[in-house]
């Protein structure tokens, strides 16, 4: 059973910690979307990357946050230093599509981060 | 004013109860719709796709309005297990931007 799998499930850290996520796609999907939710602003677009490319970041603060693909299973997102307003719980999905994109979005079962 | 608005309920319905939700969106070149479900603290699922046309998958019916830039998503004969967020999801920028509604919630009752 195909799935984008997450890690970690839950993060509990301290104001000015380095935190990393990651997710690997399902195989063969060569779109992978990097989400945001929180109850005020539901679901954000932080990042969007195609064949490993990033097409979009523009959801995403740059002076802390960066998104990377290092090869076609695994996509990461790195806070540093993460702040408590970077508490949410991060989604990673992933989907296939060749120019235009029309298909359907997996996501992983989310990262729930918590910054004291 | 935001790309996707949802008015975030809770629509309360009794259980057989016909519910429906619209979703409005504010660029015109939007290409593509979607609606997702999402149950409490899981990841958003794929509902179904909205096309131009007007679609139907068993109690789920999707319709999209071009010209007042909204889609509806009608839910007939509700079940319990319908209970969850609605988020509906529109494609901009040439296909490269997916953005999601907040979500609408629905609570379907006894």
């Not at chain 1, 946050?65 to 702040?83: N, R, V, Y």
């Not at chain 2, 593509?32 to 139907?56: A, H, I, T």
């Not at chain 2, 789920?60 to 909204?70: E, H, I, M």
Request: net charge neutral; glycine share 8%; proline share 5%.
């Amino acid at each position: 059973d195909a799935r984008v799998t997450q890690t970690p499930r839950h993060k509990v850290t301290e104001m000015g910690q380095e935190v990393t996520m990651r997710c690997q796609p399902i195989l063969g999907h060569n779109t992978v979307f990097w989400y945001r939710q929180t109850m005020m602003q539901g679901l954000e677009l932080l990042a969007y990357f195609r064949n490993r490319a990033p097409l979009d970041d523009s959801g995403m603060p740059k002076d802390r946050f960066s998104a990377e693909m290092p090869d076609a299973t695994l996509a990461t997102l790195k806070i540093q230093p993460s702040e408590p307003r970077d508490s949410a719980v991060y989604f990673c999905a992933s989907g296939s599509g060749q120019g235009s994109y029309t298909g359907e979005l997996f996501f992983g079962e989310g990262s729930r981060l918590t910054v004291l | 004013r935001k790309e996707v608005e949802q008015d975030p309920g809770p629509f309360n319905v009794p259980e057989g109860a016909t519910v429906a939700f619209n979703c409005t969106y504010s660029n015109s070149a939007s290409q593509s719709f979607f609606w997702y479900r999402q149950d409490c603290r899981k990841e958003p699922k794929l509902l179904m796709s909205v096309y131009s046309s007007g679609n139907e998958d068993g109690r789920f019916t999707a319709q999209l309005n071009r010209a007042s830039q909204y889609i509806s998503l009608l839910i007939r004969d509700s079940k319990l297990s319908d209970s969850a967020t609605y988020l509906c999801v529109v494609i901009t920028g040439g296909g490269n931007k997916l953005t999601f509604g907040t979500g609408t919630q629905l609570k379907v009752e006894l």
